[in-house]
């Protein structure tokens, strides 16, 4: 079928997934940040994965910090097992040869078209045709990384979000020759490894979530820059706007609860307002030309000592692992469950 014309039906029962495929063995390319808490969020759902990293330090220390993210886990009341049993279930290589047993095999390089087409090829080469193959981008069109591929049909983006092993943040994105079957296998994977994962059934660029938050940081810039507001101001007021209800409900039910005729009348009138700047802010760029990278080498939109960068860090982490058990408590479909109503004849013990 067309990827245009695609529809899922929402009322139906989850894909099965096929056993062979929900006891696989995973495999994941590249292992920086992303790429470790990729492969322990696989292990603590009982994967057995190999890590593929051609730089011989990062396959060296990963064992080392996939330990210590399960040992969160664990304290976090994520993970059952003890992590040391877990642990041994992932081995590292610097030999794509060794992904040949996967089931499925995540990229996860840095964003560049090119090297990712490259890695892509490497993957195709080295595992059977039945293999999924995810691409982990944040804004890459998935078309485009199908291109000359041998397979196309079982290349897929899978977007993570970081951490990765805490989040339940998933999108699954369909590029024009990925077969649905396929994608929806991807989704269903995904509810295993903890995710409430998102279908993207078109090749959009950006997907869902960044085509928004990209859309709100143009206009936080051009607040800024305009002289309307500091970046301090703007983080303020999206904290306790956005910040207080987007992870109980996004925005066409927060729009339902609130009252939709409002937000027409403000959309008349606002839309023609709002930034639609399509070059990168100035701000922007005189930050990255000043080497700021934010707290990984303490230079940022805000200054950071050394000790406030690590807090911020330990911050971010901790803040993930409660905002996730809030999130537990109201989940997407909380509202539309039956209402359990109190027996009116019971009487009271």
Wanted: one cysteine or more; charged letters at 30%.
């Amino acid at each position: 079928m067309e990827n245009g014309s695609r529809r899922l039906d929402m009322t139906k029962e989850p894909v099965k997934l096929p056993e062979k495929l929900a006891a696989t063995q995973a495999g994941v390319v590249g292992l920086g940040l992303m790429g470790t808490s990729i492969v322990t969020c696989l292990l603590a759902a009982g994967h057995k994965v190999t890590g593929l990293d051609k730089n011989p330090s990062r396959r060296r220390g990963l064992r080392r910090r996939v330990g210590k993210f399960l040992r969160e886990m664990r304290r976090e009341g994520l993970l059952a097992r003890d992590p040391r049993s877990v642990v041994r279930n992932l081995r590292s290589s610097g030999d794509y040869a060794d992904l040949r047993d996967c089931g499925i095999v995540i990229e996860c390089v840095r964003e560049d078209l090119k090297l990712k087409r490259q890695v892509l090829r490497k993957i195709e080469e080295a595992v059977p045709s039945e293999t999924l193959i995810g691409s982990n981008t944040s804004a890459l069109p998935i078309s485009q990384l199908q291109r000359g591929a041998e397979h196309p049909e079982r290349i897929l983006g899978i977007h993570w979000g970081e951490p990765a092993h805490v989040l339940r943040f998933m999108e699954v994105i369909c590029g024009r020759q990925t077969s649905l079957e396929r994608a929806e296998h991807v989704v269903e994977l995904a509810r295993r490894w903890n995710k409430e994962p998102t279908l993207v059934r078109r090749d959009v660029r950006g997907f869902i979530t960044n085509r928004l938050m990209y859309a709100m940081m143009r206009e936080a810039f051009h607040l800024v820059e305009a002289g309307y507001a500091t970046p301090a101001d703007v983080d303020r007021s999206v904290r306790n706007d956005l910040g207080y209800w987007i992870t109980f409900a996004g925005p066409f039910r927060y729009m339902d609860l609130t009252g939709i005729p409002a937000y027409a009348a403000v959309m008349r009138d606002l839309l023609p307002d709002l930034d639609c700047g399509k070059n990168v802010p100035a701000l922007m760029r005189r930050v990255v030309r000043a080497g700021a990278k934010g707290v990984s080498n303490c230079k940022g939109f805000y200054p950071y000592t050394a000790g406030q960068a690590r807090l911020w860090q330990r911050l971010f982490l901790k803040f993930s692992y409660e905002i996730r058990k809030l999130a537990l408590k109201y989940p997407e479909d909380v509202g539309d469950r039956p209402v359990k109503r109190k027996n009116p004849t019971a009487r009271a013990g």
